[in-house]
């Protein structure tokens, strides 16, 4: 690292690419980054951790600040309590809470601004699209990784999420290795 930005040859050791892969992410305008006078190509780390996410790739741990707090709203209670469970026994300093439903949620979201939301897609009330949709018009929350989650994964649900802003959009039940992935935990 390089007065707190990261040198291409450093992004592609961190996610585990050659550096002419780095290169060419910059040169088609996927990975933003600046040129330095001697012509070596800088990325900020915040712009990787957002390509990442974008594109769906692990952010790796280094990247991501020490606390890190997540979200799990769903109408389970049951599932709510063995997902946190599971995520605290794996990753005890993980910072792990819950919501029971859409409204609760969004609340907690705008208190408590966690870093990630773990979201169920069918809930009373309100479905997990337009949780997500509200979570990214508003500009303090909009950059929370949103994860979305269904019982019933199908290519509508799945693009309607994308569409609202959500990272991805994992099937039921849970696979918590594709969930630690996506957290870069």
Do not use: Y
């Not at 600046?34 to 692990?58: C, I, K």
């Amino acid at each position: 690292m390089t007065g707190g930005f990261l040198t291409s040859h450093a992004v592609a050791e961190l996610i585990g690419v050659s550096p002419s892969t780095v290169l060419s992410w910059i040169d088609k305008g996927l990975l933003p980054a600046f040129r330095t006078p001697g012509g070596h190509r800088r990325v900020d780390p915040s712009a990787l951790v957002e390509f990442l996410r974008s594109h769906q790739m692990p952010v790796p741990r280094t990247l991501l600040p020490q606390a890190r707090k997540v979200l799990l709203i769903d109408d389970e209670v049951t599932f709510l309590r063995s997902t946190k469970r599971a995520l605290k026994q794996q990753f005890p300093d993980l910072e792990v809470d819950v919501a029971e439903g859409a409204v609760e949620g969004l609340l907690k979201i705008g208190t408590e601004k966690p870093d990630a939301v773990v979201l169920d897609a069918v809930m009373p009330g309100m479905d997990g699209v337009e949780v997500c949709r509200q979570i990214r018009q508003n500009p303090s929350t909009a950059e929370i990784l949103v994860i979305a989650l269904t019982g019933r994964l199908d290519a509508e649900l799945a693009a309607a999420f994308h569409r609202a802003g959500a990272t991805a959009c994992l099937r039921k039940p849970l696979d918590l290795a594709a969930l630690v992935r996506l957290l870069g935990l």
